[in-house]
């Protein structure tokens, strides 16, 4: 079973990335979750750096993703 998660903000459907990168930096137990302009934005982060995050954690087993 496969659940589809949208950004809270923007009501952007998520990808899997974007709704673990938000777990994993934000709240695990996060259910209004963010895509990367959103969350981007509310933390001042660059956007263009989250995709290469998310990948990095994913290269260090990260369980989220």
């Avoid at 930096?25 to 290469?52: I, M, S, T, W």
Wanted: overall charge negative.
């Amino acid at each position: 079973m496969s659940f589809v998660y949208f950004c809270s903000v923007c009501k952007k459907e998520l990808t899997a990335d974007e709704f673990a990168l938000y777990r994993k930096l934000v709240r695990r137990d996060g259910e209004n979750c963010l895509c990367y302009h959103c969350l981007a934005e509310q933390f001042d982060l660059d956007e263009e750096k989250l995709p290469e995050m998310a990948e990095q954690f994913k290269k260090q087993g990260c369980m989220l993703f």
